[in-house]
């Protein structure tokens, strides 16, 4: 059950924000007026966003907690204001102190950046009317409750209609505002992915905690596309924005031992690479483990069940461990090929040659189908210095070598173990 507000009803003839009335015209007759928009002083941040934060539009961070959602805030806030920009940073869950502990920490506690410890969400609503800051961060909106609804605070029924409110007034007053919200284990907003409706633009920032790299990713943007993504790690002070994330992801990368192979993935529209790894070690159980970490178990069982039909590999009394290096997940298909390299790779105790990248998806019948893109992974291939990829025949035809680095393409795992000499 959740608890609505029933609200006041309008007097006649207003009109609700954003509603403008008005005859039916062509489109072509409205004028095109490009948004205003403000680079933050986070490049990054902004390729994400779309090319800057656009005035009066609100953005909801989502995240697991302590993944560095209030970091990430608190940077863009103190680069703002660095700009001379007047930003407001509304602390919810922790005390003033606390935050000004943490700017100390990033640098930025000199620049200005207003902050004000408030959990209700018309106070905060009063606050952007009095202050008129530029732009404003609310951390977090689990923490915000309004005096129209008589529920507890984080409720399903406060969350939404704090945010529907500051969403109205950030509209009226042009404030970007920037939302943060916490990720349950199940992947949504503690409940309210009735927010990302409620928002123009949802970015998720993703990692493995135990790691230092984390991803920014847009999942919906009215302002732009979603297929940028920012990589960041995180450091003693604070984020700094990643420029070559395949050298990142492949820095601890170990030379010369089975089940390590290097994939070409794509984060967003950007080819990125990374590494998988396997174990395979013989189980002492009836039931023998899959562990895949950053992958679809479902999906490595497929690969696994394949890789024993069609290439005879005994898999069926091993363990096997999979990983992604890096804390990365990944969901495309293309990873099928470099999974089954790695398996095959550690089963056979062979390693496989260091100057390789694969990349394809991986069919029931052991066929190896096309994925998008091949140019621009083949293109990153060669610019981390690889010397080969290994990639689905359908996409190597036409595709020329770039800088030396050669694009070999196979239809089938027969193939694919005949390539990387695992056969
Ligand atoms: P935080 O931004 O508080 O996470 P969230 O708001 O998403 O819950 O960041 C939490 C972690 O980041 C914390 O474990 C400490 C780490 N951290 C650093 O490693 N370096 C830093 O400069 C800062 C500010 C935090
Ligand atoms: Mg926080």
Redesign the pocket.
Same mark, same amino acid.
């Given at each position: 059950m959740v608890e609505e507000a029933v609200p006041e009803p309008r007097p006649r003839g207003v009109r609700a924000v954003g509603a403008v009335g008005g005859a039916p015209r062509p489109i072509a007759s409205v004028a095109a007026g490009e948004s205003l928009r403000r680079g933050t002083g986070l490049g990054e941040l902004d390729r994400v966003l779309g090319g800057g934060l656009v005035q009066g539009s609100v953005v909801l961070v989502g %995240?697991?907690? %302590? &993944? %560095?959602?209030?970091?990430?805030a608190l940077q863009a806030c103190g680069a703002l204001a660095r700009q001379g920009v007047p930003v407001l940073y509304v602390a919810g869950e922790e005390s003033p102190e606390q935050v000004r502990m943490?700017a100390d920490?990033?640098g930025i506690a000199e620049t200005g950046v207003l902050i004000v410890a408030e959990t209700s969400a018309d106070a905060v609503a009063d606050l952007i009317e009095q202050t008129r800051p530029a732009a404003v961060v609310v951390?977090s909106i689990q923490t915000l409750h309004t005096a129209a609804l008589a529920s507890a605070p984080g409720s399903v029924g406060q969350v939404r209609e704090s945010a529907a409110l500051l969403v109205t007034r950030a509209k009226a007053s042009g404030v970007a505002c920037f939302l &943060?919200g916490h990720v349950t284990k199940e992947g949504t907003l503690a409940g309210p992915r009735v927010l990302e409706h409620l928002v123009d633009t949802v970015l998720y920032?993703e990692g493995d905690g135990a790691h230092a790299l984390r991803v920014l990713r847009a999942v919906k943007n009215r302002f732009g596309s979603t297929n940028e993504v920012a990589v960041f790690e995180? %450091?003693?002070?604070?984020l700094a924005e990643v420029p070559n994330p395949s050298a990142a992801f492949l820095a601890e990368r170990p030379a010369g031992a089975p089940g390590s192979a290097v994939l070409a993935t794509l984060e967003g529209s950007r080819p990125v690479l990374v590494e998988i790894q396997a174990l395979v070690s013989r189980s002492g159980l009836a039931m023998p483990r899959r562990t895949t970490i950053g992958l679809d178990p479902g999906r490595v069982a497929l690969l696994l069940a394949v890789l024993e039909k069609r290439m005879r590999m005994p898999l069926h009394d091993q363990d096997v461990f999979l990983n992604v290096a890096g804390g990365l997940r990944i969901d495309e298909p293309a990873a099928d090929l470099a999974v089954v390299a790695a398996v095959a790779s550690s089963a056979r105790g062979r390693p496989l040659a260091d100057d390789v990248v694969i990349w394809g998806e991986v069919g029931l019948t052991g066929e190896v189908r096309a994925v998008g893109r091949a140019e621009s992974r083949l293109r990153e291939a060669a610019r981390q210095g690889f010397r080969r990829c290994v990639l689905p025949a359908s996409n190597a035809r036409g595709l020329a070598a770039v800088d030396g680095t050669r694009a070999e393409g196979v239809a089938a795992l027969d193939q694919l173990f005949e390539a990387l000499a695992l056969a």
């Open positions: %995240g697991d907690p %302590g &993944i %560095g959602k209030s970091t990430l943490r920490r990033l951390d &943060i920032f995180m %450091g003693e002070g604070g």
